[in-house]
């Protein structure tokens, strides 16, 4: 793998030598994991112009979930709990002759930043951007493997919830217990909080488990996904408990499965972000559901459980090859449910089969 972050890093450097800086800083920690291999707590990058280092208060590989370092690139412990590793890049910077440093404004704060600039007052400080953020959309086929074997846990740990007993069972020991599943079964920890909503609260984007107990004839959602290897997948299914569905549940569930498959079916190199986004949007719109829809019907993953691109009425950009998004709609009726549908997916040319599908548990509607 040292091949692979020193190419990314090269690219990185090219991108700063183009806007006039020799030496960068990255401290955004899924951008410092992305060119390091592993990302302690606090711990930054300085891109030099001879030598890269990675910067840390905490030894590199003490948790497995922090990853492992890139093993030619060299590493500094600050001695003692009290300093910041950000300022001691600067000032090293400095201290090798560097006249400009390209740092993440989006990521330091005012104190930061101008802690940075006590400490340095000579460097001139200019803006990196979004520049690791663009690299890291588009993933090697490592990347994606590691995406596809948490998609696997993911499945896995939702098909063992799926054959217990859930009537009398709380929404939020639900989300415990798959939240347990997914480390058993190999994740590193859970890609993000786990939401599982039972009627009323089904189908409610970023639902956050309460004491509310399953019921016969609820919707049940649920929204999880595993972190393995600091990759981040996401699912989101919906059921019907202990009894067939009734006519409105297959109804509306029909509806959003319609929209999700034409998500899943315009994702495509070369096909603009908002069209993803119009293509599973416009099936809700048309049937008189535009109120109360999601911001966006998808978005990146990686790293970070949400990534570039976004899936938007609004985005701009193109989608690539080897781009893993979500596709998610859902309709929530207020007081009543409602069905929500998300996959994890990689953008494939057509050639090579069209969307790779990571997240395979059943989309029928089931009576559990």
């Known amino acids: 793998m040292s091949e692979v972050y020193g190419t990314r890093r090269a690219r990185l450097r090219e991108h700063c030598n183009a806007g006039g800086s020799a030496t960068a800083l990255v401290t955004r920690p899924a951008n410092v994991r992305y060119l390091a291999g592993t990302a302690p707590r606090d711990a930054v990058l300085l891109l030099g112009v001879d030598e890269d280092l990675l910067l840390c208060r905490d030894a590199p590989g003490e948790r497995p979930e922090d990853g492992r370092p890139d093993e030619i690139l060299r590493v500094r412990h600050l001695p003692g709990p009290g300093g910041d590793p950000a300022v001691a890049a600067a000032d090293l910077a400095l201290a090798r002759g560097a006249e400009s440093l390209a740092v993440e404004e989006h990521h330091l704060t005012v104190a930061r930043h101008r802690a940075l600039r006590q400490v340095a007052p000579r460097l001139r400080l ?58 058993d079964h190999g994740a590193d920890s859970p890609a993000f909080t786990t939401s599982v909503a039972t009627g009323p609260h089904a189908g409610r984007r970023g639902h956050r488990p309460t004491d509310r107990r399953v019921e016969e004839g609820d919707f049940l959602s649920v929204c999880l996904g595993a972190a393995y290897r600091g990759y981040r997948c996401e699912i989101g299914r919906t059921f019907v408990i202990g009894t067939s569905p009734a006519d409105w549940q297959i ?118």
């Open 251 to 368: 109804e509306l569930y029909d509806l959003v499965f319609a929209a999700q498959r034409a998500g899943r079916q315009a994702l495509a190199p070369g096909v603009t972000h908002r069209d993803v986004d119009r293509a599973a949007r416009q099936v809700l719109d048309s049937a008189g559901y535009a109120e109360g829809l999601p911001p966006l019907m998808g978005h990146g993953v990686g790293l970070e459980i949400v990534e570039d691109p976004q899936l938007a009425p609004t985005a701009m950009g193109k989608l690539d090859a080897c781009v893993p998004v979500t596709v998610e709609p859902g309709v929530h009726l207020p007081g009543r449910g409602g069905v929500r549908i998300d996959d994890t997916l990689v953008v494939r040319p057509e050639a090579d089969g069209g969307p790779e599908l990571l997240t395979i548990t059943t989309k029928e509607l089931l009576a559990l």
């Open 126 to 183: 200019t803006d990196l951007g979004g520049a690791v953020e663009q690299l890291r959309v588009v993933k090697d086929e490592e990347e994606i493997s590691c995406l596809r074997i948490g998609a696997e846990i993911t499945d896995q740990a939702l098909a063992e919830l799926l054959e217990s007993i859930l009537v009398g069972r709380t929404e939020r020991h639900l989300a415990l217990e798959l939240e347990r599943r997914l480390v």
